[in-house]
């Protein structure tokens, strides 16, 4: 996982060529933030390259040339997009991968070049793609699923000498989605909160602090509608009413929560992983796994009848006039599902 490099990098083992690749710009950030606090001394030389504008052999130059005013330079070179498939004579920028390769051989160890790929998946046929990632620290920086998201965010909350279980873990991802940055900021304001008293973040201190997203106040409110739990899906619905949320952008996103289960369990009945669905459905792997837990809660028949009773309300929300809300607040008190 990216937190064993992560730690290298604290303890100041430091390697001059790191490769970066995937599209979770957290890794991305943090490894590079990492990277700065390490080499910062009185003037930490760093330079930015784009590889989709500026030729590879730009980066090689900067990496070889001594540094005037720290022992070793920062170069980071972004969109190292000629890892990817590409169709041919489409390229942007015509790269020297012969000299890359030689430089990698013997890259100089006064400088620490990063090289960025944001992409979901790298062209493994290339040559280029299997020297680098040979030559060079690999760190992939793509969503982890399940588990190591639990494993992370306790890192996250270990980093500020505090604890968080997997039901605080699980309680944060439900209230606050599943973006990293957004997570990593919300584990350190709690942490802040706590101060030296107190060394565990608990689910109840996550339910206190942690602003809810639109997506995840209706998936809670769904679950409780689901769960036959009606004034705990009315407590949600009237706070977002408050929050001056409309009842047909609400009813669209409920059904779209409907969809999405419909769609995980039909993968599942095919015999497929909850990781092969998240890739499926290009979703964050927790969210397949808490969705994948309840699947014998639910039979499709009654996820149907609750998806067509949807198809219902948002027709009788776009043609009726009046208080449009109480159409909603209707079909919560009818607990379809139970």
């Known amino acids: 996982m990216i937190t064993s490099a992560w730690k290298s990098i604290r303890s100041g083992k430091i390697d001059p060529v790191y490769l970066i690749a995937g599209p979770e710009a957290h890794f991305t950030e943090k490894t590079i933030e990492l990277l700065k606090a390490e080499l910062s001394g009185e003037e930490l030389e760093y330079s930015v390259f784009d590889l989709d504008e500026t030729p590879v ?3 090689i130059e900067e990496a070889d040339t001594v540094p005037f005013f ?3 330079k920062l170069i980071i070179a972004k969109n190292a997009s000629f890892l990817k498939a590409a ?3 489409k390229e942007k920028i015509d790269h020297d991968f012969k000299a890359l390769e030689r430089w990698l051989g013997n890259p100089p160890l006064t400088s620490v070049t990063v090289f960025i790929a944001p992409y979901e998946k790298l062209d493994e046929r290339k040559k280029v793609t299997k020297w680098m990632k040979k030559q060079t620290t690999f760190i992939e920086a793509k969503a982890p699923d399940a588990r ?3 494993v992370w965010a306790e890192q996250e909350a270990k980093a500020y000498g505090k604890r968080m279980g997997k039901e605080a873990v ?8 599943t973006n990293l940055t957004l997570l990593s900021s919300e584990i350190e304001k709690m942490s802040l909160y706590l101060g030296s008293e107190e060394e565990e973040i608990t689910s109840g201190l996550v339910e206190q602090m942690t602003p809810r997203t639109l997506e995840q106040d209706a998936f809670k409110m769904l679950q409780n509608y689901l769960d036959g739990n009606v004034e705990g899906a009315l407590s949600v619905y009237y706070d977002l009413l408050e929050q001056k949320e409309e009842p047909v952008a609400l009813t669209a996103l409920l059904a779209s929560q409907i969809r999405f289960m419909i769609q995980v369990f039909y993968l599942l009945k095919k015999g497929y992983s909850a990781p092969n669905i998240s890739k499926q459905l290009k979703a964050h792997p927790y969210r397949v796994k808490l ?3 309840r699947k014998r809660q639910f039979t499709d028949s009654e996820l149907l009848d609750v998806l067509r009773s949807l198809a219902e309300i948002d027709l009788q929300l776009k043609s009726q ?3 449009r809300e109480r159409i909603l607040e209707f079909f919560l008190m009818k607990r379809a599902v139970r």
């Open 148 to 150: 190591d998201l639990e």
């Open 321 to 323: 006039s009046g208080s």
């Open 57 to 59: 052999e730009s980066v």
């Open 291 to 293: 969705l994948v837990e």
């Open 70 to 72: 720290s022992d070793r």
């Open 170 to 177: 699980r309680k944060l991802v439900e209230t606050a989605g």
């Open 87 to 89: 169709e041919r004579g």
